[in-house]
Nanobody, 124 residues
């Protein structure tokens, strides 16, 4: 099970940190990914962290602005979002993959368990 939290309303240029609490998984393999979906658009994979070695992956749209990290002791993965733009407005999801194929790290089809989503709105 994965549960997101931390969404909200923020002004352009601001920051938010999303949390993904994961339970029932081992941190020895697989991955936790972050996705988002804006109205009328397809779900977009934006970041992922490999459970085995902590390697991270980012979409070009968020590279340099978003950072994924984890606290294994708390079974939690974080997405720190800085320099937010109006186009970052979307419902954000975290998801767990039981196996990670690096070349498909941001492909939603690779993920087995999904959270309910949390709304992020960037607006002045």
């Amino acid at each position: 099970q994965v549960v997101e939290s931390g969404g909200g309303l923020v002004q352009p240029g601001g920051s938010l940190r999303l949390s993904c609490a994961a339970s029932g998984f081992t941190w020895d393999y697989g991955a936790i990914g972050w996705f988002r979906q804006a109205p009328g658009k397809e779900r977009e994979g934006i970041s992922c962290i490999d459970n085995k070695d902590g390697k991270t992956y980012y979409a070009d749209s968020v590279k340099g602005r978003f950072t994924v990290s984890r606290d294994i002791a708390k079974n939690t993965v974080y997405l720190q979002m800085n320099s937010l733009k109006p186009e970052d407005t979307a419902v954000y999801y975290c998801a767990a993959a039981l196996l990670l194929h690096p070349i498909r790290a941001l492909n939603a089809r690779e993920y087995d368990y999904w959270g309910q989503g949390t709304q992020v709105t960037v607006s002045s």
